[in-house]
């Protein structure tokens, strides 16, 4: 990444990358569940947004 501010759009980006294809137990694209969490952050800061959109490794 190059020096600008890694933003939302960034996050949205990986995120949308990470769980391309994927579905949730609904057979809904995952995608929709993060952008909900994010959406329901609206009135915070938007380094937590960011955050909500990064993907989880899970180990």
Do not use: C, N, W
């Not at 609904?26 to 938007?46: F, K, S, T």
């Amino acid at each position: 990444m190059s020096s600008r501010q890694f933003m939302l759009e960034d996050a949205h980006a990986m995120a949308v990358e990470v769980h391309a294809g994927q579905l949730d137990k609904l057979g809904v694209d995952y995608m929709e569940h993060v952008r909900a969490v994010a959406d329901g952050l609206i009135d915070y800061d938007l380094d937590l947004q960011i955050t909500a959109m990064l993907p989880v490794a899970l180990s």
